[in-house]
């Protein structure tokens, strides 16, 4: 395989891992908010807003994580 494929493959799985997680993580979240803090009501704007800016900086954590996890998993057959 050459470096190239792996860096590919590593932004790639590592993307797709990460939406994954995200994906659940982000529904447990809001989950466990409606249930057990906010309910039925309507959300304060703080707490929108926090969720906004933070969904999208986890998601970027957990992408480069899993990419990088993947690269040293590949290099090591390289």
């Known amino acids: 395989m ?3 494929a792996a860096v ?3 932004i790639v799985g590592g993307a797709a891992v990460a939406l994954g997680f995200l994906m ?4 447990a979240l809001a989950g466990l908010l409606w249930i057990f803090v906010f309910g ?3 959300w304060p704007g703080w707490a929108m807003t926090t969720l906004n800016l933070l969904i999208p900086v986890v ?15 590949l290099k ?3």
């Open 76 to 78: 090591r057959v390289l």
């Open 59 to 73: 998601g970027l954590f957990l992408w480069a994580v899993f990419g990088w996890q993947i690269w040293l998993r």
């Open 8 to 10: 590919l493959l590593a």
């Open 40 to 42: 039925d009501d309507p």
């Open 2 to 4: 050459s470096r190239i």
């Open 24 to 27: 659940l993580g982000t529904g």
